[in-house]
């Protein structure tokens, strides 16, 4: 057994189904059915800094909407985010903020240093099943990120933050409207997600549960939790080595 093979037959991982802890058997492609993928940081590496542009493009928008110092304006992004889950919910709810003008905003960034992954478009591509994006982001953002990935036409659909009513994960109500909009059947459907507690409605729904382990400490909330079923720091190695293709 290779080690990438290693990877998916590590240790038998637990999750919650019915109220119980159950051993998780290892995955194949035969199982799945759909293919839940977070987008930022899940399907481009975070090591890229993408999320370092748009954290300080929030910065700016709070800075110039409330007249504030750029060190006022980042503990105020700071406050939102700890209270409501996004900076952008915590405006819509505290301030009133229009969230599709400063979703605009925060998403216009520079892609030139991230180059599309020739070994994740290949693994994807192999992948049987729908793939899916559920993102806490814009459609518009996903729209431009995929193209950019060369992931589009890989993507038979995405799921954002105006479909989740402008709730972010990890809040259920969102993996529920996900579900109704897409005839997922939770049994046969998998979540890949960089941020650990995103993944727990995923699995009490019934779903596999993989986290892209990121090194990136507020990803890492909740990445002990019972819910976690696979982990790997190498998405695309670790699709190519599930069994059955």
């Not at 991982?13 to 993928?37: K, S, Y």
């Not at 110039?64 to 110092?69: A, D, I, K, P």
């Not at 892609?111 to 899916?132: F, M, W």
């Not at 995929?146 to 259920?172: Q, R, Y």
Request: charged fraction near 20%; aromatic fraction near 8%; include cysteine.
């Amino acid at each position: 057994m290779d080690q990438q093979r290693e990877l998916v037959y590590k240790d038998a991982a637990i999750m919650l189904r019915d109220g119980r802890v159950e051993f998780a058997m290892p995955l194949t492609r035969q199982e799945i059915d759909t293919w839940v993928f977070d987008l930022d940081n899940t399907l481009y590496p975070a090591t890229s800094n993408l999320f370092p542009q748009i954290s300080a493009r929030m910065g700016r928008f709070i800075a110039s909407r409330f007249g504030l110092e750029t060190e006022a304006a980042r503990a105020l992004q700071k406050q939102l985010f700890r209270a409501h889950g996004t900076t952008l919910r915590g405006l819509m709810v505290e301030h009133a903020v229009d969230p599709h003008e400063f979703m605009d905003y925060v998403h216009d960034i520079d892609l030139s240093g991230l180059a599309p992954d020739t070994a994740l478009t290949e693994a994807l591509a192999a992948l049987p099943g729908r793939k899916l994006v559920y993102t806490n982001g814009s459609r518009r953002h996903a729209d431009r990120m995929l193209g950019h990935l060369g992931l589009a036409e890989h993507v038979a659909g995405v799921f954002d933050i105006a479909d989740a009513g402008f709730i972010p994960k990890p809040d259920p109500a969102g993996y529920h409207a996900l579900i109704t909009r897409f005839g997922i059947e939770p049994r046969r459907a998998v979540m890949v997600e960089d941020m650990a507690r995103n993944l727990q409605p995923a699995a009490a729904l019934g779903m596999a549960t993989v986290l892209v382990c990121t090194g990136n400490d507020w990803a890492a909330e909740g990445a002990a939790g019972d819910w976690i079923q696979h982990r790997t720091d190498d998405l695309a190695g670790w699709l190519a080595a599930l069994p059955g293709g």
